[in-house]
């Protein structure tokens, strides 16, 4: 189990790369990882802009939302976070971003097929497109958990994208990709009407990518 540090640190890392990445612009959207054993959940300050923030500004919270350690308010998304937390546990890192063309096929309520081989790769089956829904209670993760399919993102429609991982940063790997393959889905409907691939080939990429592709992680 990573220290509280590390897992700040890594948060904050999170933050800055959608930030780097372009994906998110002054203060909006935000990262978050999870301690399990202590259920504690780190996420960036509400309002702060990005080239600001510093790890010891990450909030800390229990999972009711209860601010256990930090002096700023957490992010107004954190019950969307917490939502998928709670009902997910395999998830340890979550993303929001309104990404440009991610979520120009969100204002579209359009999901992305699996139109690419890096789509098989990185998401194993097409991201799919939640209906708009307001910023109310729990609906937004209500609606997350109920549309999410394979794939360790989703649209939600008019509003942006969510990604998650195993980690913060598995969750940042997914938000990169996913505005990624939407960009180049997006240039090539503008030439075209691209062709989702079959779903056999679908699978021998997502089996290649998760069994043989990199390197043997240490133990």
């Keep these: 189990m990573p220290s509280l540090e590390k897992l700040r640190r890594e ?13 998110v612009t002054m203060h909006a959207g935000n990262a978050s990882g999870i301690d399990r054993k202590r259920g504690w959940v780190l996420i960036k300050p509400s309002g702060m802009d990005y080239d600001r923030m510093r790890a010891a500004d990450m909030v800390v919270t229990d999972l009711t939302g209860r601010k256990v350690k930090g002096k700023w ?11 998928l937390y709670q009902h997910r546990p395999e998830i340890g890192g979550v993303i929001h971003t309104h990404s440009n063309y991610a979520t120009a096929f969100a204002l579209l309520c359009r999901s992305l097929p699996v139109y690419l081989t890096a789509i098989a790769d990185e998401f194993g089956a097409e991201v799919p497109c939640a209906p708009y829904v307001d910023n109310q209670g729990d609906h937004i993760g209500e609606t997350i958990l109920q549309y999410m399919g394979k794939a360790p993102a989703i649209l939600l429609g008019q509003h942006g994208a969510f990604a998650w991982g195993s980690t913060p940063r598995e969750a940042l790997k997914a938000a990169v990709m996913l505005e990624d393959v939407a960009k180049t889905c997006f240039l090539a409907s503008l030439l075209g009407e691209p062709k989702p691939l079959p779903p056999q080939e679908v699978k021998k990429w997502w089996d290649r990518y998760h069994t043989t592709y990199g390197q043997e992680k240490k133990p």
């Design 11 to 23: 948060v904050w890392e999170a933050n800055l790369g959608i930030f780097r990445a372009g994906l």
């Design 73 to 83: 308010k957490p992010s107004v998304d954190l019950p969307h976070h917490l939502y």
